[in-house]
């Protein structure tokens, strides 16, 4: 089972009707129990960083997306799924987030049209399972005014430009998480998707 976690954002559907189409078998859901025993674990996301931490503590969820990927289980960010994943976001004034990698997610350059919608290329930084069959430079949809910047520059999978090139993938070890959406970005979203949850089932496989 996949678990897509529903923690109150909005796209929950849209992210398992994706997966669904590529054979799997997605379940949207808040439960820790399910989250934890899932084969991989999708948190999406769009809205506001502090929200969305505060309704993954009131489903007793942070602690346990901490574990998850300390113990390196599959794991996916999708846009505000990436975003919360790191030190703190300036969203709102400074508002601490899940602390997992270090860094900080900062508001795009003024001057530039905001939020960031549209299509973009992503150029690739690293030879990594999630790129399987997906061209350097394809282009993703992209939906968001903040970007993260990672202390680690080597967990940067994936680079956009816009205004200034910002991370648009990063992956460590099972941990990948994406600023674009996948579930919007046709074809070759799907192969990310479909990408992961490979290379999901093939870590567990790993451990049996």
Not at 10 to 38: M, Q
Not at 49 to 71: G, T, W, Y
Not at 122 to 131: G, L
Request: charged share 20%.
């Amino acid at each position: 089972m996949i678990a897509v976690i529903d923690y109150g954002a909005g796209n929950l559907r849209n992210v398992a009707n994706a997966i669904s189409r590529l054979g799997y078998e997605p379940k949207i859901t808040g439960d820790p129990a399910e989250v934890f025993n899932a084969q991989a674990v999708v948190l999406p996301g769009v809205g506001a960083a502090a929200d969305a931490m505060s309704n993954l503590a009131k489903l007793k969820l942070v602690r346990l997306i901490r574990r998850i990927i300390d113990e390196d289980k599959p794991f996916l960010g999708v846009c505000l799924g990436l975003q919360v994943l790191f030190t703190g976001t300036e969203e709102g004034g400074w508002h601490e987030c899940l602390g997992i990698i270090p860094g900080s997610v900062r508001k795009l350059p003024a001057g530039l049209k905001i939020p960031h919608m549209g299509w973009n290329q992503v150029r690739q930084k690293m030879t990594h399972p999630i790129f399987e069959g997906v061209p350097d430079e394809a282009n993703f949809y992209f939906v968001h005014s903040y970007y993260a910047e990672p202390e680690d520059k080597s967990l940067v999978a994936g680079e956009t430009d816009y205004g200034i090139p910002f991370c648009s993938v990063i992956a460590r070890g099972n941990l990948v998480a994406t600023q674009f959406h996948p579930e919007k970005s046709g074809e070759l979203g799907l192969k990310i998707y479909d990408n992961f949850i490979k290379l999901a089932l093939g870590a567990k496989a790993g451990r049996n």
